[in-house]
T-cell receptor, first 114, second 112 residues
């Protein structure tokens, strides 16, 4: 099976702009979770989507949003970018049956905000 | 605030030795525990998962879980230079889905 794919891999934006990142899960996986990784805060959970519905949400401002399509592909959007949004954004997929599952990570999108 | 704590390291061990990585967590209701390895500039890859108290072995890796003491550990036997990476402990305390809380990671250096 193909792994989790994320596009784009690298992105440079300026403050105030918005950005959309895409994630395609492993075939058959219905849960997609998004994480932000920074040197200062480490890996932090953003949100999880399952069957086109947000199932869990982390402690991030409303500028961070996401959605999931019927084919389980997911997008996350960050509006009004701030310098502190520079990070590696990772998505992870799993079958979606619950907390006992293993999540598999994609290669990530590295976002730089200038 | 549900927390997961790891010693940031670096933990330096000679090639062939046993590396011991530890992790503590605050939420007593946590159900599943994962160890991921992350090489510099790469995404995390799963090493082990464990759900029940005790030991779980997979090749050179052994995960240990003690829910009463709220700690998880990872032992790497016969450490190789290729094991040099950051090891992330992750806990899922949400029974209704996937919501991992990660520790800050322990950097392991295996010296030839």
């Amino acid at each position: 099976k193909a792994g989790v794919t994320q596009t784009p891999r690298y992105l440079i934006k300026t403050r105030g702009q918005q950005v959309t990142l895409s994630c395609s899960p492993i075939s058959g996986h219905r849960s997609v979770s998004w994480y932000q990784q920074t040197p200062g805060q480490g890996l932090q959970f953003l949100f999880e989507y399952f069957s086109e519905t947000q199932r869990n949400k982390g402690n991030f401002p409303g500028r961070f949003s996401g959605r999931q399509f019927s084919n389980s592909r997911s997008e996350m959007n960050v509006s009004t970018l701030e310098l502190g949004d520079s990070a590696l954004y990772l998505c992870a997929s799993s079958p979606g049956q619950g907390a006992w599952e293993t999540q598999y990570f994609g290669p990530g999108t590295r976002l730089l905000v200038l | 605030q549900k927390e997961v704590e790891q010693n940031s390291g670096p933990l330096s061990v000679p090639e062939g030795a046993i590396a011991s990585l530890n992790c503590t967590y605050s939420d007593r209701g946590s159900q599943s525990f994962f160890w991921y390895r992350q090489y510099s500039g790469k995404s995390p890859e799963l090493i082990m998962f464990i759900y029940s108290n005790g030991d779980k072995e997979d090749g050179r890796f052994t995960a240990q879980l003690n829910k009463a003491s709220q700690y998880v550990s990872l032992l790497i036997r016969d450490s190789q230079p290729s094991d040099s990476a950051t090891y992330l402990c992750a806990v899922n305390h949400n029974n209704a889905g996937n919501m991992l809380t990660f520790g800050g990671g322990t950097r392991l250096m295996v010296k030839p």
